[in-house]
């Protein structure tokens, strides 16, 4: 499976973006994906999943009631909306996705319970 995301940019406090990742190469719609983050010097964090049968989301404090996140399984597609930018939020946004699930509620949301990653997309929110 290949991932491909996109969207990143320079943007101000308060304003939005939304993300996409484009999969190939793989039943998606079978898949729990989700989008994780990483910032200059630190790890790698989780920031929101949805399940395969999109009925579940998982957010992190953080991000909650700020960031939604969706799928288009006819599109292959992930994305994440996200509103009222913080510059906290600048990193580079991973999108990442999970073969086996154990069912069509389930959300993952560790690094180590994903499969595949796409390379990156880099969200930059100045102050």
């Known amino acids: 499976v290949q991932l491909q995301a996109s969207g990143g940019g320079l943007v101000q406090a308060g304003d939005s973006l939304r993300l996409s990742c484009a999969a190939s190469g793989g039943p998606f719609s079978t898949y729990g994906v989700g989008w994780f983050r990483q910032a200059p010097g630190k790890e790698r964090e989780f920031v929101a999943a949805?399940?395969?049968?999109?009925?579940?989301?998982s957010y992190s404090d953080s991000v909650k009631g700020r960031f939604t996140i969706s799928r288009d399984n006819a599109k292959n597609t992930l994305y994440l909306q996200m509103n009222i930018l913080k510059p906290e939020d600048t990193a580079v946004y991973y999108c990442a996705e999970r073969r086996i699930v154990y069912t069509s509620r389930s959300v993952y949301d560790r690094v180590r319970e994903y499969d595949d990653w796409g390379q990156g997309t880099l969200v930059t929110v100045s102050s």
């Open positions: 949805i399940s395969r049968g999109t009925i579940s989301t």
